[in-house]
């Protein structure tokens, strides 16, 4: 595999690593506030995004490349509110998807099949993540970030599983 494919996808590895970082951080964020069905949401999308993260690591052990852990930046939260806080992950994967489609690219220009593939994977899965961003967050405009409405909203949110093909 190409050194500099190698970097890329090492790159990446670091950022699905920070992704379920800050996922973990706005977990016990929504868990001191008592909205435990946001915190497990959240906790649910950490542990995603580390799936992530071991997707690459063991993709590049098949490849006979390099693994190079990189540091991870310390997760800085910017919101206050359930609905701030789903407008930031919104963001935060439409920066990951642009990412994702950056690294295709490389793949495409550098005639690397095996890591096309592995992208794709990735593209597709990042459109069901930000579909269900979205749908969560057409909801809580419709709620408001209080009220009977949002614990309701949080009791449905408790019932999230891990996709197992995640
Ligand atoms: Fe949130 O998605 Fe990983 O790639």
Redesign the pocket.
């Known amino acids: 595999m190409k050194e500099q494919l190698q970097h890329a996808v090492n790159d990446q590895i670091r950022a699905?690593f920070e992704?379920a970082y800050i996922y973990l951080a706005a977990s016990a964020r929504f868990d001191a506030q008592g909205l435990n069905g946001f915190a497990h949401w959240m906790r649910t999308q950490w542990e995603?995004?580390t799936v992530?993260a071991l997707k690459l690591y063991d993709f590049l052990l098949q490849r006979d490349a390099q693994v190079e852990l990189q540091a991870l930046s310390k997760p800085e939260l910017s919101f206050e509110t359930p609905l701030e806080a789903f407008e930031m992950v919104l963001e935060h994967?439409q920066y990951?998807t642009g990412r994702?489609y950056e690294l295709y690219q490389q793949a495409v220009d550098a005639r690397d099949y095996p890591l096309q593939n592995l992208m794709q994977w990735?593209i597709d899965?990042?459109v069901e993540?930000e579909d269900s961003v979205r749908a969560i967050l057409d909801d809580l405009r419709l709620v408001g970030d209080s009220g009977a409405t949002l614990l309701l909203l949080d009791r449905e949110l408790a019932a999230r599983q891990l996709d197992p093909g995640a």
């Open positions: 699905e992704s995603e995004e992530h994967e990951i994702i990735f899965e990042q993540e």
